[in-house]
């Protein structure tokens, strides 16, 4: 199926760095989400982003929804061992089907204390 | 945020058998649930969407008479995985939304291993 373009796809970082991962699509999006998976776990919902431009924080992260539509930016401040996961944007396009999400591939985060 | 709960976390089971998950919103109700796959190291693929009240609706290459999903309410979907076989060994994930909210829940995850 249609998959969301994220990039990088690994990161191994020195905890205390900065971290900044993003998406992009060929089409526009309506909804803009940002989840962490823990290893045998569920994506746990991070930020949920709705209009353009719009920037929004939770603690460490903040992440923006593109001005285009078509794309959106997650960034982790001074990172700590436990931000250690995949991260997943995840959209809904305006061509939205009954509610169906659009995965990126996902970026694996990898933090050595 | 609002909880999906999924069981069970881990099963076992034996060629040619079925097994059933249960997907449930514990605080919210939820028309529509989605049944994921995901293989190690990969994203979420979309297997169906669950409706409540009427048919799943399924994804292209997803078998409807080996994967049966029921939503017989607004709080419970479930997957069921007939005649399993080792290439059906997976984790399986859930997700609901509460009403016209775009913000999708997850449940816990299934560790499928089918021997």
């Known amino acids: 199926g249609q998959q969301l373009n994220q990039s990088p796809q690994s990161m191994f970082i020195q905890e205390g760095e900065d971290v900044s991962m993003n998406c992009t699509s060929s089409?526009?999006?309506?909804?803009w989400l940002w989840y962490k998976q823990d290893p045998g776990e569920g994506p746990v919902l991070l930020i949920a982003?709705?209009?353009?431009?719009e920037l929004t924080s939770n603690g460490r992260l903040t992440a923006q929804f593109g001005i285009t539509r078509k794309d959106s930016f997650l960034n982790i401040s001074a990172s700590i061992p436990s931000d250690v996961g995949i991260y997943f944007c995840?959209?809904?396009?305006?061509?939205?089907?009954?509610?169906?999400?659009?995965f990126g591939q996902g970026t694996e985060l990898s933090v050595k204390p | 945020g609002a909880v999906v709960s999924q069981h069970p976390s881990r099963v076992i089971c034996k060629s040619g058998t079925s097994v059933k998950i249960e997907c449930r919103s514990l605080?919210?109700?939820?028309?529509?649930m989605f049944w994921y796959r995901q293989f190690p190291k990969q994203s979420l693929m979309l297997m169906a969407t669950?409706?409540?009240?009427?048919?799943?609706?399924?994804e292209q290459g997803v078998e409807k008479d080996k994967f049966l999903i029921n939503h017989a309410s607004l709080t419970l979907s479930t997957l069921t995985v007939t005649s399993a076989h080792p290439e059906d060994s997976s984790f399986y994930i859930c997700?609901?939304?509460?009403?016209?909210?775009?913000?999708?829940?997850f449940g816990q995850g299934t560790r499928l291993t089918v021997v």
């Open positions: 997700s609901a939304s509460p009403t016209r909210s775009p913000e999708a829940f």
């Open positions: 089409s526009i999006f309506n909804t």
């Open positions: 982003l709705y209009k353009a431009g």
């Open positions: 995840a959209g809904q396009s305006i061509y939205n089907q009954g509610g169906k999400l659009i």
């Open positions: 605080d919210f109700q939820a028309t529509t």
């Open positions: 669950s409706n409540e009240g009427s048919k799943a609706t399924y």
